[in-house]
């Protein structure tokens, strides 16, 4: 059977259980701001880490996070700098001030991997699939690290290669064709795994032979948005991805 030989892999949400932690420093970061950004006595209503999470955030840079969330509440700030200081007055600001709160959580609580990700990178490369894992986050090399993933992997693109290589953000799939010409394949040949709205739409638009989205929370609404937004089949978690693979023909 022709099968698909390379796998491009999110990291949080998919392979790491980080995206919990996204979702809490992007409500802390926002709703420490809602008053500043009160107009006159309306009050902006608290930032909602599971829909505004998933609909917004979720998958993209921090910068374009923090946009598409200002965009939707019509709250319009000054672009300001990538080195602002963690705040509330630019967007730049907000970015910053969810980096600080994110890397704070770190250190407290730290990041596991998914107990069944270990498992299916190590049948695919059992079965001589290439892999790549593919963040936006500049924090994803050292914590595949600390999960001890980075040895079932062939390629690693994160924050610092896409800031380096000034590679456009999700629902873009910069990322993810950069990952896949380092594996050697054409998009067509390969498969994208992802968590994220932002994810399978990228995934789609870099035409892969196969999006692939994951719905660890088993809500029907949040596997009918990937559908829609351009996942060709949803899993519950990784356990069934290798028998997917195998019985799809690019």
């Not at 392979?15 to 409500?27: E, I, N, R």
């Not at 770190?106 to 270990?118: K, P, S």
């Not at 896949?180 to 995934?203: F, N, T």
Request: negative net charge; aromatic residues 6%.
């Amino acid at each position: 059977m022709n099968v698909l030989r390379a796998v491009v892999f999110d990291t949080d949400g998919v392979l790491l259980d980080s995206a919990v932690l996204h979702a809490a420093a992007w409500k802390a970061a926002f709703d420490s701001c809602l008053g500043a950004w009160a107009s006159g006595v309306e009050r902006q209503r608290p930032f909602d880490a599971d829909d505004e999470y998933r609909e917004l955030v979720d998958g993209k840079p921090r910068y374009d996070g923090a946009l598409a969330f200002l965009t939707a509440r019509g709250i319009d700030l000054p672009t300001g700098a990538p080195d602002d200081d963690p705040g509330c007055g630019t967007v730049w600001a907000v970015a910053a001030r969810k980096e600080q709160i994110f890397t704070g959580m770190l250190g407290t609580r730290g990041v596991a991997a998914f107990v069944d990700a270990r498992p299916a990178l190590t049948t695919l490369r059992e079965r001589n699939i290439r892999c790549a894992a593919v963040s936006a986050s500049r924090h994803a090399r050292p914590l595949l690290e600390a999960a001890g993933l980075t040895g079932l992997f062939d390629v690693m693109v994160d924050g610092e290669d896409a800031r380096r290589l000034a590679l456009v953000g999700k629902p873009d799939p910069a990322l993810f064709l950069e990952a896949a010409a380092r594996l050697g394949a054409l998009p067509a040949g390969a498969a994208v795994v992802e968590d994220a709205i932002a994810g399978v739409e990228a995934g789609r638009r870099g035409h892969f032979g196969l999006v692939i989205g994951i719905d660890r929370s088993h809500r029907g609404d949040t596997a009918g948005a990937l559908l829609a937004r351009g996942a060709n089949v949803v899993l519950p978690d990784l356990a069934d991805l290798p028998a997917t693979l195998s019985g799809h023909r690019p």
